[in-house]
């Protein structure tokens, strides 16, 4: 367009017209031109700005989730003691019932008179020593003036000896023939939820029978068996051992077990770690008893077991914002060095918080101040604008004045 215009002023002028002020203005149009590009090249670009976090040191109980699966404390099956036909069942199929409760009776009678054959044979035998006795004696003292001969005596003792062995004989079998009628009626042996009944009114049980009459389990508290590898297992110990992790056994006590698929969360202790690695799996078990006062854990459960592995003293946690992955999977975080430029760095990350933080172990160290906002606007080398947050409530907010400084070195 220009060099249209030149041109065009030059012709006019060649022709003698009056085109001076023309080519004068369009000059100067060109020279304001000029003048204002040399301007815009001369301001310079504008920082970006960033929000960072400074970071610091806390103590944080380090915390492992393990698969578990649940298992009653105790379970009682229901067996018969003696033969016989189920006459009744006393009891509701799912009820909670208490140790000594009646659940089935058997039906009786033979038993009844077993009973009293047996406390007749005990008559019997009692009465024989009451006629023996006397005579016993009476022989020993006519043995003693030579009355009666020695055997005479020692025959009478002897039948002495054998009305008491048969008086014990009887006592015997009038317990017996009681506990076997005692046996008629099956009692709940243990305190628990009962199960479904396995036989009805009319049926024969017998006592060496393989299936048993119900099921009784204890519900609460609930066992939680526990996998966790040995690596894991080692890991978690070296840690300790070095000192990087703390053992309080107060605090490594407790478990929480959440099952799978259900927002709920039952709280209870460990009690005690295997000593023995399975061969198939190559895990240890652990043993956590739980408290369940609603019965909302059931036997064979699968469940996921939060435990208290050790207390990190100096753990450093850092907004999970602030933590990007390469392209390799390798996660980096962006720093504010402290001469104002940005540097990445490549870290390790030991797990993750309740708080939506990741626990840091190596590449960042207290006083870093690491960006959490505007990552993507800045490249190491770049010295942008800082704005300084904290994290509140699991969530970043602007810092007052003075959070945002970096702490202050160890003495």
Same mark, same amino acid.
């Given at each position: 367009m220009i060099l249209s215009s030149v041109q065009h002023v030059a012709r006019g002028l060649r022709a003698g017209t009056r085109l001076v002020p023309a080519l004068l203005g369009l000059c100067l149009c060109v020279g304001i031109a000029g003048c204002g590009r040399d301007e815009a090249a001369a301001e310079p670009a504008a920082a970006s700005e960033v929000g960072v976090v400074v970071l610091d040191t806390s103590?944080?109980?380090?915390?492992?989730?393990?698969?578990?699966?649940?298992?009653?404390?105790?379970?009682? %099956?229901? &067996?018969?003691?003696?033969? #016989?036909?189920? %006459?009744? &069942?006393?009891?509701?199929? #799912?009820?909670t019932v208490a140790a000594g409760d009646l659940l089935y009776k058997i039906e009786s009678s033979r038993y009844e008179a077993a009973l009293e054959q047996a406390q007749a044979e005990l008559a019997q035998a009692r009465a024989s020593l009451q006629s023996d006795a006397p005579l016993a004696a009476r022989y020993k003292e006519l043995a003693e003036i030579d009355a009666i001969s020695k055997q005479e005596r020692d025959n009478a003792q002897a039948t002495l000896a054998q009305d008491k062995a048969d008086i014990a004989t009887a006592q015997a079998a009038v317990r017996t023939a009681r506990i076997n009628l005692d046996f008629t009626e099956i009692r709940a042996p243990i305190d628990g939820q009962i199960g479904p009944s396995r036989v009805t009114p009319g049926a024969l049980v017998t006592t060496n029978q393989t299936d048993p009459l119900t099921t009784i389990t204890q519900l609460d508290p609930m066992f939680v068996d526990i996998q966790q590898s040995a690596a894991g297992y080692l890991r978690l110990k070296q840690a300790v051992d070095s000192g990087a992790l703390a053992v309080d056994d107060n605090q490594a006590a407790p478990v929480r077990v959440s099952p799978e698929g259900a927002d709920l969360t039952a709280r209870g202790r460990l009690q005690f770690t295997g000593v023995t690695v399975d061969a198939n799996t190559g895990s240890v078990t652990l043993r956590a008893i739980v408290d369940n006062p609603d019965r909302d854990l059931l036997p064979g459960m699968y469940v996921e077991a939060s435990l208290v592995q050790g207390i990190d003293t100096r753990a450093l946690l850092v907004p999970q914002q602030g933590i990007d992955r390469s392209s390799a999977g390798q996660p980096t975080a962006l720093v504010v060095e402290p001469g104002g430029t940005v540097a990445k760095r490549r870290v390790t990350i030991a797990g993750a918080t309740d708080d939506n933080r990741w626990r840091i172990t190596d590449g960042l160290a207290a006083g870093?101040?690491?960006?959490?906002?505007?990552?993507?606007?800045?490249?190491?080398?770049?010295t942008p604008a800082v704005t300084p947050l904290v994290m509140q409530d699991g969530r970043l907010m602007p810092a007052a004045d003075g959070d945002g400084d970096p702490p202050d070195e160890a003495p």
């Open positions: 103590t944080y109980t380090v915390r492992q989730s393990l698969p578990g699966r649940t298992r009653a404390t105790i379970q009682a %099956e229901v &067996r018969p003691q003696i033969q #016989g036909i189920i %006459e009744k &069942r006393t009891f509701k199929e #799912g009820a870093d101040r690491l960006i959490v906002q505007g990552r993507d606007k800045v490249e190491p080398g770049d």
